[in-house]
C-alpha cells in the first residue's frame, strides 16, 4: 500500500488502483466539477460554483481534495487560484476504472456460468421426478406406507 495515495496493486500488476482516487471521483459533485473543468479549460472556485448547486466554500474544499489525489492543478493568478485537469491523472482513474470494470465482468461471467449449470441440474432432477421410467421401482410395502401417511 503506498501510504500517499492509499494505492494498492492491480490484478495486473501494471496498475495500481488508489482508494483516495476512487474516492475523490466517487462524488457527483466533484465528477461534475471534472467535468466542467474539462469543458471549460480552466475554473476557479467562484466560476464553478456559479454551475453547481453548492456554495463557493464547499466548491474550494471539493477542489481541495481533487488537488490532494493529483486531478487538478492549481496556478494562482492575483487573488484567485485557476484550477486545471491533469489529463495524465485522470488517464490513470480511467485504465483504472477499466481494470476493475474487466474484473468484475469476469466474475460475473463465472458466477452466472454456475447459476446456469445449477439450474441445468435442477432442470435435469426434475426431469427424473416426473418420469416414472427413470424413477427406481418401490416395493409394495414402500407404497401402502406412502399412502397411509
Excluded at 74 to 87: P, Q
Excluded at 105 to 121: P, T
Aim: proline letters at 3%; a neutral charge; aromatic letters at 2%.
Amino acid at each position: 500500500m503506498d501510504g500517499a495515495r492509499g494505492a494498492a496493486t492491480g490484478a495486473s500488476g501494471d496498475t495500481a488502483v488508489d482508494d483516495d482516487l476512487w474516492s475523490a471521483v466517487g462524488d457527483p459533485t466533484r465528477r461534475r466539477m471534472l467535468d466542467l473543468l474539462l469543458s471549460e479549460g480552466s475554473g476557479t472556485a467562484t466560476s464553478l460554483s456559479e454551475h453547481l448547486p453548492v456554495t463557493r466554500q464547499a466548491v474550494a474544499k471539493h477542489l481541495a481534495v481533487l488537488d490532494r489525489v493529483g486531478l487538478v492543478h492549481a496556478s494562482t493568478a492575483g487573488r484567485e487560484r485557476h484550477y486545471r485537469v491533469d489529463e495524465h491523472q485522470l488517464a490513470r482513474a480511467v485504465a483504472q476504472l477499466t481494470e476493475v470494470g474487466a474484473a468484475w465482468d469476469a466474475r460475473m461471467q463465472r458466477i452466472k456460468r454456475i447459476a446456469e449449470r445449477i439450474q441445468r441440474a435442477g432442470e435435469r432432477k426434475e426431469n427424473r421426478a416426473g418420469n416414472p421410467a427413470e424413477q427406481p421401482a418401490r416395493s409394495e410395502p414402500q407404497e401402502r406406507q406412502e399412502r397411509s401417511e
